[in-house]
């Protein structure tokens, strides 16, 4: 049954509305690794060999963070740039990661509307975390449709509330999901929020 690490990179999770829901109904599941990288790391001094051993231990990696400034917060950065090392994630010999799942999960205060080509950021949300994507392929991974919680600042409790469910309801699938069906159907939606619906008559219900 596949295993799934979470590496969670909030810098100020005291504050958080989304993410702190968003965390609520994750399954308790001995196969899911919860890591939160600021409380882990509050001196950015990131345990470079036991990341690699972790991810080893893994088959499906997410990164939850919210979206700042277009990308992640410094610390993810810190771990992208220092745990990626060629000759093991990638470059000659660099195959750890090969096969492996990457799903990204984010919140953004911009709503959908506002990241369109005539929206206010002028790119989709997807068109930004392209570096991410990019990464994680050099990495021989499959970068999955990313979960988002778009517009955070105006999600009601409940609409925030349902989002989480969903969330939770995706990570249990992906963790369910030992022969990749899941993963290709959920690759053919923009994101992964998307496709949920319409996947759920076809699948298990989750606690
Ligand atoms: C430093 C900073 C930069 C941000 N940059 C963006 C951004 O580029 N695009 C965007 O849509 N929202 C941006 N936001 C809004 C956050 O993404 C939003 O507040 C967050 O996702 C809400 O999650 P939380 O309640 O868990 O903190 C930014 C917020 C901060 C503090």
Excluded at 155 to 181: C, I, K, N, P, W
Aim: a negative charge; charged letters at 20%.
């Amino acid at each position: 049954m596949p295993r799934l690490l979470l590496l969670f990179a909030h810098p100020a999770y005291d504050h958080s509305r989304a993410h702190k829901q968003l965390l609520q109904h994750l399954p308790n599941d001995p196969r899911l690794t919860f890591r939160d990288l600021y409380e882990r790391y509050p001196d950015f001094y990131i345990e470079v060999e036991e990341e690699k051993r972790l991810l080893s231990e893994h088959d499906i990696v997410v990164w939850q963070h919210p979206v700042y400034w277009y990308s992640c917060p410094p610390l993810l950065k810190q771990w992208i740039d220092l745990v990626l090392e060629f000759g093991w994630a990638y470059g000659p010999g660099g195959v750890a990661l090969h096969g492996k799942r990457l799903l990204h999960a984010v919140s953004t205060g911009g709503g959908r509307h506002a990241y369109q080509p005539d929206g206010l950021h002028r790119h989709t949300l997807r068109q930004f975390l392209a570096p991410f994507e990019r990464t994680a392929q050099l990495c021989g991974m499959e970068y999955l449709p990313p979960f988002v919680a778009f517009g955070t600042h105006r999600l009601t409790d409940q609409a925030l509330f349902d989002l989480s469910l969903d969330y939770a309801r995706l990570v249990r699938h992906l963790m369910d999901d030992e022969d990749g069906s899941f993963a290709r159907q959920l690759a053919q939606c923009e994101y992964a929020n998307d496709c949920l619906p319409a996947l759920q008559s076809a699948l298990p219900s989750a606690s």
